[in-house]
């Protein structure tokens, strides 16, 4: 379809996206995505004082002094001194929630625009768009405690076998070459196409009945898609320095390019060769002495 109406006689995809040729008719929504980057702007500005604030020097200290993690940062309460100060699991939690927002909002823009055009009749459209906000984030949070998890084990590893926590390149490596390896899965690339095709994307989960429901399930399934093609990019934090804004505006660009660009899809393979060969250098150097990532 190329105009008029289409499910349940709401309006068909577009003939012609607007910008980077995935983006809905967007001009009437300015105000809109005006709050939406607010929001993602906020969503950094807040992760900024997170890791001036106290609780995250003292988790930047901690890590620094158990040398366990290949990374210091506030966010790497996790199986750091969560353990120890139960307190800060509630720190780790809004931290992540911040970065998320802040990293993966920006990716999925052309998705919520379009349903935001969508619903432009409904009379509880906010309603519908904070529920497809609210199952998107979900999804990360359950991915969050996977990796609370994952982390608390790398940990105890660390603390049973003296050579990991002697050398901790050896999990940055790890980390690098899984998500160099998985940029060539067809598991990511079926999870990349769905996320470059918003239009079809909410055109088939939306059928405009039980519309609170289906708004919160498009969102869990449209979060599940976009974990399904980012998650071992996001790990990359881990091994990069999970408190650093730097890398993570870095790895938001690549992956808002990788999801909304004509040549995005081109970008995966040169992306995990261009990871793979990290994890090699990681290794080498490591293995050598050399301390390339979360050195002091």
Known sequence: MSGGTGVMGWPAEPAAPLSMGLWPRVRSQKLFLGSLAALITLA?????LLGQSPAGRLVGAHQGAI???????????????????????????????LMIAAMMLPTSLPLIAFFHAL?????????????????????W??????????????HSAADRLGWLGANAWAVAAAIFALAGLYQFSALKYRCLDKCRSPVSFVMQHWRGG???????????????????CCWSLML??????????????????????????????????????????AAVTVAATGATGVQLLGGE
């Open 119 to 139: 619903t432009r009749a409904r009379p509880n459209r906010g309603t519908l768009i904070g529920l497809l906000l609210v199952g998107y984030l979900l999804v």
């Open 210 to 228: 039980a519309e609170r429901r289906q708004a919160l399930r498009l969102g869990l399934d449209h979060g599940l898609f976009c974990l399904g």
């Open 67 to 97: 040398h366990h993690g290949a990374s210091a940062g506030f966010f790497c309460v996790i199986g750091g001194p969560s353990s120890r100060h139960p307190n800060l699991v509630l720190f780790f939690v809004v931290g992540w929630i």
């Open 44 to 48: 950094w500005v807040a992760l900024w």
């Open 141 to 154: 949070a359950g991915f969050a405690v996977l990796v609370h998890l994952g982390d608390l084990g790398a």
């Open 236 to 277: 990359l934090m881990f091994a990069v320095g999970v408190g650093s804004l730097g890398w993570m505006l870095a790895l938001a660009a690549v992956m808002a390019a990788e999801k909304n660009a004509p040549w995005g899809r081109r970008l995966t393979a040169p992306l995990g060769v261009a990871l793979l060969l």
